[in-house]
């Protein structure tokens, strides 16, 4: 389907790209057209696509799994239909964006981590796309959890989100009186990543998805010493996965438990002052540009 883009949305990972780091992980090479995650009106339809489909309100992805084709950064942008979600009423374009990438890692990463009531989880880059995501929903889950953030904005929008506690990591001795948690959701990766994971019980999970810091984190050696189980990037999801997750994600925003929260809307042309504001660490939540 081709769809009139009225939301395209801003990822870490496409400053990342753009500025050459990811190439072991993607096959991208310069120039191309940032942007996955698309909202807007479906324009145009493929052979074998319901007519239904035309002129409906939607939210999609470019790539499949595991891949970057980009294109999103665009007025008009293709995507297939296997991706797409119907935005119901009442929701925003922008808003719809948070279900596509951050919504569905934060589903899943509940769904997948077995946690129970009494569990304890530590959480980095928790006032991030995915953390804003993960903090309410396994609160609301009873797990017990400490949010760890740069700067109190961020460590207080953690704390509004409902996390039993909140850390400055940008102090030191910011892991000092944490204690021993069941399992780690990293989205920082590099030291903080490993320091987090140096919190871990015997046993525990690590679930990296993040390298905010520059690299993801190594725990390698602490992960056979103590026996962890380290859930990454090349771990099994595929597109079905993320279609149902992300289709979980949209009933979590359309029925309120979780609140995304737009950073910056910024028009299309000023794409690069958006992506300057995200790499100075200036931007709190969703970052979307308007074409």
Request: glycine residues 14%; without cysteine; hydrophobic residues 45%.
């Amino acid at each position: 389907m081709v769809i009139e883009v009225e939301a395209a949305e801003i990822l870490f990972l496409d400053t990342q790209l753009r500025s050459g780091w990811g190439r072991d992980f993607f096959t991208v090479e310069p120039p191309f057209i940032p942007g996955v995650g698309i909202a807007g009106t479906v324009t145009e339809t493929g052979d074998g696509v319901k007519d239904n489909w035309r002129g409906a309100r939607v939210v999609t992805s470019t790539s499949a799994v595991g891949s970057y084709r980009g294109g999103g950064y665009a007025e008009f942008a293709a995507a297939s239909i296997d991706r797409a979600l119907r935005i119901p009423a009442g929701i925003d374009s922008a808003e719809a964006l948070a279900v596509l990438n951050d919504g569905a890692m934060g589903v899943s990463r509940v769904d997948r981590s077995g946690m129970s009531p009494g569990d304890r989880a530590l959480i980095t880059a928790a006032s991030g796309g995915i953390g804003i995501w993960l903090v309410p929903l396994l609160t609301a889950a009873g797990v017990d959890v400490t949010a760890a953030a740069r700067g109190r904005q961020k460590v207080d929008l953690a704390r509004e989100r409902g996390a039993t506690a909140a850390v400055d990591y940008g102090q030191p001795g910011w892991a000092d009186g944490i204690g021993q948690v069941d399992v780690v959701f990293d989205g920082a990766g590099g030291p903080l990543g490993e320091q987090a994971a140096s919190l871990l019980r015997r046993g525990g999970r690590f679930f990296s998805y993040g390298a905010a810091s520059g690299d993801m984190a190594d725990i390698e050696a602490l992960a056979a010493e103590r026996d962890l189980r380290v859930i990454g990037l090349d771990e099994e999801f595929t597109d079905e996965d993320a279609h149902r997750y992300a289709g979980e994600a949209l009933h979590h925003l359309a029925a309120g438990s979780v609140r995304p929260v737009l950073g910056q809307k910024r028009p299309l042309e000023r794409a690069a002052e958006a992506h300057a504001a995200i790499e100075a660490r200036r931007v709190v939540g969703k970052s979307v540009l308007i074409p």
